[in-house]
């Protein structure tokens, strides 16, 4: 013989303890995929359920909009959906029962008119003190209305008395 031990070049025995990581690495593997797996699909096949306490009554979301500032449609609907989008994370976070109960009753909305931010800042004073979600949108001021302007007020969801009454010394939006 020459000297070759029959071994390749440049390949290093790590001896029994390699072969025990590489099989035990392996086998996690398979394995964690397989869980992934029957996860995903049964996952999809099971009913979706929610446990939230049963609320009583019709819920609502108000959005109160300043006139006095004359914003354009446009800007109008965007500082609403900024409103709406504040009162629903506060919500999800607050109560998410209620949040549930008025995505189940259609996610209804009112649009109501303010003439002041005298007017906007006492709503959300009334608001907190019963306990309701309601955000206060201050516009950027990028295109109609001075940064930190209070443009629109977002209650709710909450209860659909409560709005009834306070619709009723505001007028509704047109």
Known sequence: ???????????????PMSLVIVSSFISGSVGLFIGWFFCKR???????TTTTLPIRGKTKMVLVV???????????AAQCS???LDCFQYAQEQNPSLLAAWEEQ???KIVLKSDSLQELELLSTKADSLGLVNSIIHDAGHTQVAAG???VLGIGPGNFRWQCNMAKKLRFGR
């Open 106 to 108: 259609g996610q209804p």
């Open 149 to 151: 302007t209070a443009t």
């Open 1 to 15: 013989m020459t000297g070759i031990q029959g071994r390749a070049s440049g390949v290093r025995d790590c001896g």
């Open 42 to 48: 049964f996952t999809s096949i099971m009913p979706k």
């Open 82 to 84: 900024h409103a709406a």
């Open 66 to 76: 300043r006139t006095d500032l004359n914003m354009g449609k446009g800007k109008i």
